[in-house]
C-alpha cells in the first residue's frame, strides 16, 4: 500500500505547476550548501557546535512552521481514503511514509547529515553514532512535520488548529513584510558566529532542543561517553516512536467528513452571554452577533489571528535586528492595519447565510448591519494593536512613539475598517459556501484585486496623519507630533463615516444582487452605476476568468490522461 501511495503521490506532483517546485528546489539545495559551509568554515570544535546547533535549529523551525512546503504533505490527504475498506491506522500510517521520499525531505537529510564534520572533526569513531542519529532526527523532524500539517488541516475544527495556522500565516506575511530586517542582521553576524560562536546562555537552552540530540549524541560518543551517547540516541528514539504511535491516531480520516463541531462553548464567548453589555438595539445585535462570529468561525478566527501574529512577528523581527528596533512600538499599527486584508471579504465569507440579511432587510437593517460589522473589526484588532503597542513602548523604551500610535490606531482602524466593509460588499468573493469548508483557504475564492486595493487605498487614505507625524517629527519638536493626534482621529473618523456611509447606499439598492453574486457566482442585474459599478464588474469579471481557468485546467488534465491511455495501448 505504501508503494502505491508513493507512486500517487508523484503523479500528482508531475501533474501540478512546476514553477513553485523548481523555486523550492533551488533554496533547498542553498540551505542544504549554507548547512555544510557553516560546519566547514567554523573557525572551531566549540564554534561548529554552536552553529550547527542554530542551522537544526532554523532546519527543524522550518519544517514545523512551514509544513505545506514539505513534498507530498499536501499532495495526499486522508479525506480522499475516508471511504476506502482501509484501517484508518494503517492508512495514517502509510500516508505518513509516503512524506519520506521526496526532493524536500531529502534536503532535510542532507542538511542533518553535516553532524558528519563535526564527528569527523573531533574522533572518526563517532560516525558510528553520527549515521543513526541523522536518521533518527531527519524522522522525528518529519513526523512533527506531518502532524502539524495535520493540524493546519483541522484548523476549521480545532482551536490549536487555528492557533497553529494563524502563527503560520503570521510569520508568512511578517516574514514577507519585514524579514529582510533579521537577514541583513544576520548576514552582518555570521563572521562573528563562524569565528567565536555564540554567547554561554544561548549555547545552554539550544543544547536542549529536540534539533540538537543528534549533535548530542555525537560529541558525547566522540568525548568516550557511550552510555551518554546511547542515552541521546535512546531519546530519539523513543521520542520519535511516541510521534508515531499519535500520528496513528491523529493523521486518521475524519469518518464526518470534516463537518463535526464540538458542543462546548469556545472559551472566551461567555462574555457576551452573561449580564448584557451591547444595547438591545439593531446595531447591538449585529455587533454581539459579529463579535461571537470572529471568536467562533475558525475561518473569520484565523483571518483575525493572523492579522494578530503579523504585528507580533514584525514586532519580533524589529526588536532582534538591533539596528531596526527603532520601528518595533510601531510594528502594533500594523494589526490595526490587518483591518483592511482579514476584512476585505466579509460578505463572502457569510456564503449563503447573506440571505438571512436579505430577508431581514427593512428600514435602518442594512445600517446596522454596516456598522455593528465596523465596529467589531475595531474592536477585536484596535484592542491587540493598543496593547502590543503599549508592551513594545515599555519594553524598548521608546517612548517618542507614543504621539505616532495615539494617532495612528485611531486613523488605521477607522479607514481600514470601511475599507473593509465597502470592498467586501462591491467585490464580493463567494469562495466555498460555509458548510462545505475544509481549508484554511476556502473562505475565499481569488482576491487579489481585493486584497491590492484594501492594501493601496488604506496607504493612500493615512497619508495625512503620517505627513503630520513627520512634520511633527522633524520640523515641530516636542509639541509637534501630538498635534497629529487630531489629524489621526479626524482622518478615522472620516474613513469610518464616510466609507461605511457609500456601503450603506450601495447596498441598500443591492443587497439581493450581493446573494446571488455570492449563491450562484453571478450578476444578473448588471453593475451599479460610477466607480463602484467598475469595481463590482471587474470583481465580477475575474471570479469568472478563474473559474474559466479552473475549468480549462481539469479539461486538459483529462486529456492529457486520455492521451496516455491511448498511447499506452496502442
Known amino acids: 500500500m505504501v508503494g502505491i501511495l508513493i507512486s500517487m503521490k508523484f503523479a500528482m506532483l508531475r501533474h501540478s505547476p512546476i514553477g513553485m517546485r523548481l523555486a523550492g528546489w533551488v533554496l533547498g539545495g542553498a540551505l542544504v550548501l549554507i548547512t555544510w559551509a557553516g560546519g566547514l568554515f567554523a573557525a572551531g570544535d566549540a564554534v561548529r557546535s554552536e552553529v550547527l546547533m542554530v542551522i537544526f535549529a532554523c532546519w527543524f523551525a522550518g519544517a514545523a512552521l512551514g509544513p505545506v512546503t514539505m513534498s507530498g504533505a499536501g499532495v495526499l490527504r486522508a479525506e480522499y481514503f475516508t471511504l476506502l475498506p482501509i484501517p484508518r491506522q494503517r492508512l495514517a500510517l502509510g500516508l505518513l511514509a509516503a512524506v519520506f521520499p521526496g526532493v524536500a525531505s531529502g534536503y532535510l537529510l542532507l542538511g542533518g547529515l553535516a553532524i558528519m564534520i563535526q564527528a569527523f572533526a573531533l574522533a572518526p569513531v563517532a560516525v558510528v553514532v553520527a549515521v543513526p542519529a541523522a536518521l533518527l532526527g531527519w524522522a522525528m523532524t518529519i513526523i512533527v512535520s506531518r502532524l502539524i500539517y495535520a493540524a493546519l488541516g483541522s484548523a476549521m475544527r480545532t482551536w490549536l488548529g487555528v492557533e497553529i495556522a494563524g502563527l503560520q500565516f503570521g510569520f508568512l506575511i511578517g516574514g514577507l513584510l519585514a524579514g529582510w530586517m533579521v537577514i541583513a542582521q544576520a548576514f552582518r553576524t555570521v563572521p562573528e558566529l563562524i569565528t567565536y560562536g555564540l554567547s554561554d546562555q544561548v549555547s545552554a537552552v539550544l543544547v536542549w532542543l529536540p534539533s540538537s540530540w543528534p549533535l548530542n549524541a555525537v560529541q558525547a560518543a566522540a568525548a568516550g561517553d557511550w552510555p551518554g551517547a546511547f542515552g541521546w540516541l535512546g531519546l530519539l528514539a523513543v521520542i520519535t516512536a511516541a510521534l508515531l504511535g499519535l500520528a496513528a491516531v491523529l493523521l486518521r480520516p475524519q469518518l464526518d467528513g470534516g463537518t463535526a463541531r464540538g458542543t462546548r462553548r469556545p472559551l472566551g464567548s461567555r462574555v457576551l452571554t452573561g449580564r448584557r453589555l451591547l444595547p438591545a438595539t439593531e446595531l447591538g445585535a449585529v455587533l454581539g452577533k ?5 471568536w467562533r468561525d475558525p475561518w473569520r478566527k484565523l483571518e483575525w489571528r493572523s492579522g494578530i501574529y503579523t504585528g507580533l512577528v514584525i514586532g519580533l523581527f524589529a526588536y532582534l535586528s538591533g539596528t531596526y528596533q527603532l520601528a518595533a512600538p510601531l510594528s502594533g499599527l500594523m494589526i490595526a ?12 465569507q457569510d456564503g449563503s447565510a447573506a440571505w438571512l440579511t436579505v430577508v431581514g432587510q427593512r428600514t435602518g437593517s442594512v445600517r446596522a448591519d454596516v456598522r455593528g460589522r465596523q465596529l467589531a473589526m475595531i474592536i477585536l484588532f484596535g484592542t491587540p494593536a493598543l496593547i502590543v503597542s503599549v508592551l513594545l513602548i515599555m519594553l524598548t523604551g521608546q517612548h517618542w512613539a ?3 500610535v495615539i494617532a495612528g490606531l485611531p486613523a488605521l482602524t477607522g479607514v ?7 470592498i467586501s460588499a462591491v467585490a464580493v468573493s463567494p469562495g466555498v459556501d460555509p458548510r462545505r469548508r475544509v481549508g484554511p483557504n476556502d473562505a475565499g475564492g481569488d482576491l487579489s484585486l481585493q486584497a491590492n486595493l484594501a492594501i493601496w487605498l488604506t496607504v493612500l487614505l493615512i497619508i495625512p496623519t503620517a505627513g503630520a507625524l513627520v512634520v511633527g517629527y522633524l520640523a515641530l519638536p516636542p509639541w509637534g507630533p501630538w498635534l497629529a493626534i487630531v489629524v489621526g482621529v479626524i482622518s478615522g473618523w472620516l474613513g469610518y463615516w464616510l466609507l461605511g456611509r457609500l456601503t450603506i447606499t450601495y447596498l441598500a439598492d443591492r443587497l439581493p444582487t450581493l446573494f446571488t453574486r455570492i449563491r450562484y457566482g453571478r450578476n444578473d442585474d448588471g453593475a451599479a452605476a460610477g466607480l463602484l459599478g467598475s469595481l463590482e464588474s471587474s470583481a465580477q469579471k475575474a471570479e469568472e476568468e478563474a473559474r474559466a481557468a479552473k475549468e480549462k485546467e481539469k479539461a486538459d ?4 490522461r486520455a492521451a496516455e491511455r491511448t498511447v499506452e495501448k496502442v
Open 402 to 404: 507614543w504621539p505616532a
Open 557 to 560: 488534465r483529462a486529456k492529457k
Open 416 to 422: 481600514a475598517s470601511g475599507l473593509a466593509i465597502l
Open 337 to 348: 492595519f490587518m483591518i483592511c486584508l482579514s476584512g476585505c471579504n466579509l460578505y463572502g
Open 290 to 294: 459579529e463579535l461571537r462570529q470572529w
